[in-house]
């Protein structure tokens, strides 16, 4: 199949809606896009609170925010008017950006009926093997992954194949960092050294990804006896997880402020090292060359884990010969020790110049 040709001037449309750490692993497209096709115009569609993962100019020159909240029950009992007119608001700007290509990274059934609705003429997607929900219907150019665990930044990729493509690099174009004082006042606080980063949460539909809060004591236990400063870090709703672990440790360790993601990346760069489970917050470590301890149960490392030598993925229950855990299950998790993550915690410590200065009190 000869590659579709794109001119000076064409628009291209990405469709990664979310979550977080999904957007975070299409940018590389992003960038290799912009590479290619210079004089082209980009826009990408997004939710709202995975916008302020992306790029401005030059690399991007659109963001349309999709309405998630205007298309629930609620808000229509709530303010059926008000949501007919944010929608009406994005079709129309989706419109107006006179997309000639689009491109389906999310590969579900509402990211394919928005690229159809953008009367986009050519519309990538996958297969039936790499999307879901009948996604493939509404496209109609389409790529087979070239593997079924292929990790999901290399399949990102494989989608820019129609459009003469190919990339082996890896740019993760973020928004230049601005400092928050909030961020950096907390930073002074703890102190000089820099801190390691653990964040034990995850979403509520995503609380099988959980290691257990009381292993996350006894490890935070054996890095204050190294004398180290753990920092927990939270989302919206798992203040609770936090507290518990805390609460259990009886002294060591702190709870970090509520953050933004911004503020999440600016806290993130002070770290030495980052611990926690398959979760966003974990993408977004290891793309700011942070390194990583992944903890994984019944996700697929291989399709999900950090990509580089500077990680340690923890992963049993996907060790070869045994079979696979079914996705959802929490138990694999449990097969984790925290003398096993402490060991992958202090080898990746021992490569990395420890600041020459006395560790701060936690």
Request: hydrophobic share 40%.
């Amino acid at each position: 199949m000869q590659p579709l040709r794109v001119r000076d001037g064409d628009g291209i449309l990405l469709l990664r809606l979310g979550a977080v750490g999904d957007v975070i692993r299409t940018l590389p497209c992003l960038a290799a896009l912009r590479k290619s096709f210079p004089e082209a115009r980009l826009a990408w569609v997004v939710e709202a609170p995975s916008a302020t993962l992306l790029p401005g100019k030059p690399w991007l020159d659109e963001v349309i925010i999709f309405p998630r909240k205007a298309l629930g029950p609620a808000a229509f009992a709530r303010n059926s008017v008000r949501s007919f007119r944010e929608l009406g608001t994005f079709f129309s700007g989706l419109r107006s950006f006179r997309a000639d290509f689009s491109l389906d990274f999310q590969g579900s059934a509402k990211s394919s009926l928005i690229a159809w609705s953008s009367c986009t003429p050519l519309r990538v997607g996958f297969t039936p093997a790499g999307s879901r929900e009948g996604s493939f219907i509404l496209n109609n150019s389409h790529v087979k992954p070239s593997s079924p665990r292929l990790n999901r930044v290399w399949k990102n990729l494989e989608l820019l194949a129609p459009l003469g493509v190919s990339e082996s690099s890896l740019e993760f174009q973020y928004p230049t960092l601005k400092a928050s004082a909030r961020i950096s006042k907390f930073l002074a606080t703890v102190g000089p050294a820099s801190p390691i980063a653990l964040h034990p949460g995850t979403s509520p539909r995503q609380s099988h990804k959980r290691w257990p809060e009381a292993r996350y004591s006894q490890l935070i236990r054996g890095l204050v006896g190294e004398g180290l400063c753990p920092i927990l870090t939270w989302g919206p709703g798992e203040e609770t997880i936090v507290q518990n672990i805390l609460s259990e440790v009886g002294g060591g360790g702190l709870a970090a402020p509520s953050m933004t993601l911004p503020e999440m990346r600016q806290f993130l760069t002070r770290c030495r090292l980052f611990i926690g489970g398959d979760t966003g917050p974990m993408h977004l470590a290891w793309t700011h060359g942070i390194p990583v301890v992944a903890l994984f149960g019944s996700t697929d490392p291989s399709i999900n884990g950090p990509l580089g030598e500077h990680h340690r993925i923890l992963a049993p229950a996907w060790q070869k010969g045994r079979p696979r855990p079914k996705r959802g299950d929490p138990s694999p998790l449990h097969e984790i020790s925290p003398a096993d993550v402490l060991r992958a915690s202090m080898e990746l410590l021992s490569r990395t110049s420890a600041p020459n200065i006395q560790a701060p009190q936690c």
